[in-house]
């Protein structure tokens, strides 16, 4: 069975770094992909963030491209995203999820397998 477990979350102020790590477990498939997702108190889960098995394949999201970076380990064990430049706006719980195969891509319903989620809080 796929797990997977967010950690690295908490709070910084505007302007800061976090680094969250996506823990991943059981088989997920040779061409598995892994994404970062958030989502705002009152607002959707969206896209942050997504990575394919090898890291041959990458994919941000318009509003963190330039500030955050997706990546992992070769085995895909870990999945890491680093944040920078951190703004109030990118206050969320951060989930990190994965499917078997497929596009590296946002598509919220494409992916079966989801984390608990980290807190992350900016501060102004």
């Known amino acids: 069975q796929v797990q997977l477990v967010e950690s690295g979350g908490g709070l910084s102020q505007a302007g800061g770094s976090l680094r969250l790590s996506c823990a991943v477990s059981g088989h997920i498939g040779s061409n598995a992909v892994v994404a970062w997702f958030r989502q705002a108190p009152g607002k959707e889960r969206e896209f942050v963030a997504a990575?394919?098995?090898?890291?041959?394949?990458?994919n941000h999201a318009d509003s963190v491209k330039d500030r955050f970076t997706i990546s992992s380990d070769n085995a895909m064990n870990t999945v890491y995203l680093q944040m920078n430049s951190l703004q109030p706006e990118d206050t969320a719980v951060y989930y990190c999820a994965a499917k078997p195969a497929g596009l590296v891509s946002g598509g919220r319903d494409t992916y079966l397998y989801w984390g608990q989620g980290t807190q992350v809080t900016v501060s102004s």
């Open positions: 990575i394919s098995r090898g890291g041959g394949s990458l």
